[in-house]
């Protein structure tokens, strides 16, 4: 499967993506579900964290590694990417994925603010909220957007729309990444949750419906395989758990 990604992956960004260059970061940071992006500051591993993925989307990380192997093969030595897995130890069937060199470049698109500490140690804990302006250009926006259309977005019929689950900032910054891009939104829709006990309320959901640009379609139709396989295995995973 690594193999089979990596060719396929070299080939879209020598053949196909000829009207703009695959920035890896901003794709990576699309992918991450960040509704909570927590860093422990005394914990140096936690500050290369990408995301934790689960048994149905270890196809991502032969993604991105496939991703870091075509954007080395022009970097010098001393600037190239690295990364590593490690088993989850929340559930030990997920796989946390690590690279210190994306995490560096992601981690600076984020307002980090302390949120709590904690035992003898007093590790403190710390929330980032993505920065609304962090995209710098349209090849990071078209992206990023990449990223998250392969995790989060959805086609019904000609209906294509992407659904953020808990995170305003993110949702933000697709929403604005779209209309950068000129394409044209035609509706937003947003689940709020109310606790019955205390009434206290926050957002769910949110779901943007858009019509894309010719260009953003022709490059989210080249990753219809592997939103294929992604959707394969999260039916067998799920069904397999219930």
């Not at 509704?35 to 048994?55: A, N, Q, T, V």
């Not at 210190?100 to 590790?123: G, P, T, V």
């Not at 349209?138 to 998250?148: M, W």
């Not at 086609?155 to 953020?164: P, R």
Request: hydrophobic content about 35%.
């Amino acid at each position: 499967m690594t193999k089979y990604l990596t060719t396929f992956l070299l080939f879209l960004s020598i053949q196909s993506f000829g009207q703009f260059k695959l920035n890896i970061e901003s794709f990576v940071m699309g992918i991450i579900d960040d509704g909570s992006k927590k860093l422990i500051k005394e914990d140096k591993l936690d500050w290369e964290w990408i995301e934790e993925f689960s048994p149905s989307d270890f196809v991502l990380m032969d993604c991105i590694d496939s991703l870091i192997k075509i954007e080395n093969s022009s970097r010098p030595i001393d600037k190239q990417i690295t990364s590593n897995r490690t088993l989850s130890k929340n559930n030990g069937i997920s796989t946390m994925y690590y690279s210190k060199e994306l995490a560096d470049q992601i981690n600076r698109n984020y307002k980090f603010r302390f949120h709590n500490e904690w035992d003898l140690a007093m590790r403190k804990m710390y929330i980032g909220h993505v920065k609304p302006k962090c995209l710098k250009n349209n090849d990071e926006r078209l992206s990023y957007l990449l990223g998250a259309w392969i995790c989060f977005g959805k086609i019904d019929g000609e209906q294509y729309s992407i659904t953020i689950r808990r995170s305003k900032n993110k949702f933000g910054l697709i929403l604005n990444s779209l209309k950068e891009l000129d394409c044209e939104i035609i509706k937003t829709d947003t689940q709020v949750s109310t606790v019955i006990d205390t009434k206290n309320s926050h957002i769910e959901n949110q779901t943007v419906i858009f019509k894309p640009t010719v260009n953003l379609t022709n490059e989210m139709n080249k990753f219809n395989g592997l939103i294929g396989r992604l959707d394969k295995k999260r039916l067998g995973f799920y069904n397999s758990s219930e």
